[in-house]
């Protein structure tokens, strides 16, 4: 995996004009993050598939 980084103005001008694919990121660019991931981490499994795992199936017609 690249650890190389592309700058902001780059990928916005490839989105625009040579790879359509790209239009889907170009607005969080530049974006920070407000959220934090120490509760994923540090959760159980159970706990975050807790909700899946108890829902019932059902059997669609």
């Known amino acids: ?3 190389r980084q592309v700058p902001d103005f780059t ?3 490839a989105a625009r004009f040579r ?3 790209l ?3 170009a607005p969080a660019l530049g974006r920070r993050n407000r ?3 120490e ?3 540090t959760a159980p499994a159970e ?3 807790g909700i899946a795992r108890r ?3 059902t059997r669609l017609a």
């Open 11 to 13: 990928v916005r001008l």
């Open 35 to 37: 959220h934090r991931t």
């Open 23 to 25: 239009r889907e990121i």
């Open 39 to 41: 509760k994923a981490r």
């Open 1 to 3: 995996m690249s650890t």
């Open 55 to 57: 829902a019932p199936r």
């Open 19 to 21: 790879d359509p694919s």
């Open 47 to 49: 706990s975050r598939r």
